[in-house]
């Protein structure tokens, strides 16, 4: 079994002993439910390996229940009971005990309480201020994973209201990011290495990776994962997908002069690829190398007046 992902594990779990239990003992409730695997965890992204297996990777899924007026607090005690009875061991792999405390990741969850933890909202009806300050990491665990089934439809249809930004969103993220861009590395970096603060550099050098990287993923229509998965998800996106090496290279690499100039260099470079995939999707009319204007031609494009006038910043 050394070669199953978590999501085939907790799919195959869930047919195997999930799906009998709940027809056996809650037909009723079938209807009001929903059943996956989604949330934190590299097996909710696919991005699990042989090492993930050191912690919290285990047959089990998450189980969705509407609100207390369709089933209640003693009815869903009672299927967190029968959740837990389910058996332990299965095709070679542990389930750990689940405590009443901690945040469980997997088993009993209400849909509002889950969405309201990711997202700040129980429903995935977001206003623009709470689009604008909303973690993409939570965003990313929201939409991840598969529903095994939803005969209610809830968590679908939430799951369809944050599938990515709305538009002026996403143009708004992609300003503040690009302006942020061009001051680490089109700017600050060779000036730190002029002043001799090679240190100061490599800052500035982490700062236009975090930047590119917002970028990349927002010209992808993707969110951002948890850092630990960003290179594996840049590597996988269509979109400029090649700049994760060259991330990992202005990373790892130190900022001796000679060093230094490649390092730049490199940042220019995948400068101007952004920037004609900005001009690909039609986001900038700028006719330049600066990404300063072309964040600006981006924010010129936003049709919500309140949103195109909000500080250039507002959104990063």
Not at 38 to 58: K, L, M, N, Q, W
Not at 109 to 115: H, S, Y
Not at 176 to 183: F, I, K, R
Not at 230 to 239: G, K, V
């Amino acid at each position: 079994m050394d070669s199953i992902n978590g999501l085939s594990l907790s799919k195959a779990y869930f047919e195997t002993y999930g799906r009998p239990m709940l027809e056996e003992q809650f037909p009723n409730l079938i209807p009001f439910l929903a059943a996956g695997l989604t949330g934190s965890g590299s097996e909710c992204f696919g991005y699990d390996d042989a090492v993930s297996r050191d912690h919290d990777f285990e047959p089990g899924f998450c189980l969705f229940l509407p609100s207390e007026d369709l089933i209640d607090r003693k009815t869903a005690f009672r299927l967190e009971r029968a959740y837990a009875k389910l058996p332990n061991g299965f095709m070679g792999f542990s389930r750990t005990i689940i405590r009443p405390a901690g945040g469980a990741r997997r088993g009993v969850l209400r849909t509002a309480d889950f969405f309201r933890d990711k997202t700040g909202t129980p429903d995935g009806f977001l206003t623009v201020s709470e689009w604008m300050s909303v973690s993409s990491q939570g965003l990313a665990e929201s939409t991840n994973g598969e529903l095994f089934f939803d005969n209610y439809g809830e968590v679908s249809a939430i799951r369809g209201r944050l599938k990515f930004y709305p538009e002026d969103i996403r143009r708004k993220k992609l300003v503040g990011n690009l302006l942020m861009m061009a001051q680490a590395g089109q700017y600050n970096y060779s000036r730190c290495i002029r002043h001799g603060e090679t240190g100061a550099a490599q800052l500035a050098a982490g700062a236009f990776v975090d930047h590119t990287a917002e970028v990349i993923f927002l010209l992808n229509r993707r969110y951002r994962p948890f850092y630990k998965w960003m290179f594996r998800a840049l590597r996988s996106l269509p979109c400029l997908s090649l700049h994760a090496e060259l991330m990992e290279y202005l990373l790892t690499t130190d900022n001796e002069r000679s060093m230094a100039d490649e390092k730049f260099r490199v940042m220019q470079r995948m400068s101007d690829e952004i920037i004609a995939e900005l001009t690909r999707q039609n986001l900038s009319a700028a006719d330049c190398g600066d990404l300063e204007k072309h964040a600006f031609s981006v924010n010129d494009g936003i049709s919500d007046a309140g949103l195109r006038n909000a500080h250039i910043l507002a959104a990063v």
